[in-house]
């Protein structure tokens, strides 16, 4: 794992030099042109030059001085009026990792009266928070504490409150972070990046004991993360493939948890080859798909892919920096084996849970066929309005693609009446997976009261009942909906979204379509949809994907009313056999 450090430091320092010039003289970030910076930016970047204070004890790197400029990132973030509970959850660690106390923080010496008094004022107030951003009261109530501005250490009660939070809200206890008088479901990475932040911020706690002792809580929650990564991680190296945070967030949050689990030995001795696997193709991924190796920098947005909200370009090379660092550290702790993992199974599948409840079940189904290249995974949770990528659909990149931050129906059927415009997501109920009389598999779930594109059940409308099934390299999906009343259709369409990988940012063995493509058929259409011409976005940025561009859209559409009547089956069917390439 040395040369890996190593590695890790050098490209650190790349990115960091590359980056540091969009640091203003006031401490806030000038984000490249056509992107906007956000309230939480100069925390975040103080955060990435900690990180790399603490790892390597270098206070300057090149012209620049890098705890004037974390003193001045601080100063920044913490006179910003705007809401930045993020900011300051990053700001905290940050301020830390210069130094465990004030006597001996080199940033803390260079702040002056009203800043420091600012900063114990806005690590005192707290809001308190039911999903991922408890992780930031922690973070304030850990640095606090350890360096000097309360002698009352709230760290283990508010460790407890966000496991308890995580198991009040998910049968299971993962974490939701949909808002409050939202659906609800909203199962997504950033439950997994909580627990990486809420450790990292333990690992800087000035109470070695605590850190002990409250480790032992934070893994109940995460190894359930943690469990999930085999059935995610593909040859190619991509990993958790839906929902918030796809794309360069995932790898680093994976790679962090996996490096955090060795370090902690939370991983049995049996498994430890198999997760060493899995990291080395997550960073592999990682260093091919997002570093510009001749430049130094990190790309995650240009005009084939998009980042999604929130992350500009600037940013992610300071996340990148700061977690790279972060790997260096953890680095020499890790006995990582070298021994390949024993033999997979041709094929496997697992639908796990991640909410299971009397109002709704959601969850994610995972189906592996390795000599057909097929790594799906099947996501039944809760969406951030108006996109994609949590719909209920068999995510591959590469084979079945989506827009990063643009709604289409992707493979399900979509209604529009009178009532809204529904689709078979975000919920279900019966949910169910096993083994079909053919020898395949099957997920199956049933929605008793439709749900629309908003997230909204509205009763009396209609019912839907879902099977999926899958046989080696085939994938059949069928869709029956059942009207309660009277309906008027009028709008049906089903589509597929055709992408492929970056062109210059491709992972070695990247799997992608063959010459023959999905091979789509449809089996059985009781709403007399026909397939529109195939339309071509590979111009427009609406429809960059997470991993590249989407090419085209394939529409199979009604467009004029269509009368359905009460009690009668609506049946929707479709096959693909995909040929995928590597």
Not at 110 to 122: A, H, N, S, V
Request: proline share 5%; aromatic share 12%; hydrophobic share 40%.
């Amino acid at each position: 794992m040395e040369v890996f450090a190593q590695q890790c430091l050098d490209l650190a320092r790349a990115i960091l030099q590359h980056t540091l010039p969009s640091i203003s003289d006031d401490g806030t970030i000038t984000p490249i042109d056509g992107e906007r910076a956000s309230a939480s930016d100069s925390g975040r970047v103080a955060l990435a030059l900690g990180e790399f204070y603490h790892t390597t004890h270098e206070a300057t790197l090149g012209k620049y001085d890098l705890v004037d400029l974390a003193a001045r990132t601080l100063t920044a973030q913490v006179f910003t009026e705007a809401e930045a509970e993020e900011g300051l959850g990053y700001l905290s660690l940050g301020l830390l990792s210069f130094g465990p106390s004030k006597e001996r923080n080199a940033v803390w010496e260079r702040l002056l009266d009203p800043t420091r008094e600012q900063i114990d004022k806005k690590l005192l107030m707290r809001a308190d928070y039911n999903d991922f951003r408890q992780a930031y009261n922690i973070s304030k109530a850990v640095t606090r504490y350890s360096i000097g501005l309360s002698k009352k250490d709230e760290t283990s009660r508010l460790i407890d409150l966000i496991v308890q939070r995580a198991g009040e809200r998910s049968s299971e206890g993962f974490m939701d972070n949909a808002p409050e008088g939202a659906f609800g479901g909203l199962y997504d990475l950033r439950g997994l990046w909580a627990f990486v932040f809420v450790r990292q911020a333990l690992q800087l706690h000035a109470n070695i004991h605590l850190r002990d002792r409250k480790i032992a809580s934070l893994r109940t929650v995460a190894e359930k993360y943690l469990k999930l990564l085999p059935d995610m991680v593909r040859p190619d190296g991509i990993g958790w493939s839906f929902g918030e945070g796809v794309g360069l967030r995932t790898q680093m949050s994976c790679i962090s948890l996996i490096l955090q689990a060795f370090r902690d030995n939370w991983i049995a001795p049996e498994k430890q080859p198999l997760y060493a696997e899995i990291f080395r193709k997550l960073f592999a991924n990682l260093f091919a798909s997002y570093i510009d190796q001749e430049h130094g920098f990190v790309s995650v947005r240009d005009d084939e892919r998009d980042a999604g909200v929130g992350l500009s370009t600037v940013m992610a090379n300071f996340d990148a920096a700061r977690a790279l660092a972060q790997w260096s550290k953890l680095a020499p702790a890790v006995k990582m084996p070298t021994a390949p993992p024993g033999n997979l199974p041709e094929t496997s599948s697992r639908w796990v849970y991640f909410d299971r409840g009397i109002r709704k079940e959601q969850g994610v189904f995972t189906y592996i066929h390795r000599p057909s290249h097929l790594y799906l995974q099947l996501p039944l949770v809760a969406s951030q309005p108006r996109e994609s990528g949590s719909l209920p659909f068999p995510h591959c990149v590469g084979v079945f693609d989506w827009p990063a931050d643009k709604y289409i129906p992707v493979l399900i059927p979509e209604l529009t009446f009178n009532e809204g415009v529904f689709v078979p997501a975000f919920y279900g109920k019966g949910c169910v997976a096993g083994l079909t009389p053919s020898g395949g598999l099957f997920f199956k779930y049933e929605q008793p009261e439709a749900i629309s594109i908003d997230q909204k059940i509205l009763g009396g409308v209609g019912s839907w009942k879902i099977n999926w099934t899958f046989k080696e390299g085939k994938i059949t999906g069928e869709f029956g909906f059942t009207p309660k009343k009277i309906l008027e259709l009028h709008r049906f369409r089903f589509m597929i979204a055709l992408g492929a990988h970056h062109t210059h940012f491709t992972p070695p063995g990247a799997l992608r379509l063959g010459e023959e493509g999905q091979r789509c058929q449809i089996l059985k259409d009781d709403f007399q949809s026909a397939w529109k011409d195939p339309e071509e976005v590979s111009a427009d940025p609406a429809y960059r994907g997470n991993f590249g561009r989407i090419h085209y859209l394939q529409t199979l559409e009604r467009s004029h009313n269509l009368t359905l009547r009460p009690g009668k089956v609506y049946n929707f069917s479709f096959s693909f056999e995909p040929q995928v390439v590597c």
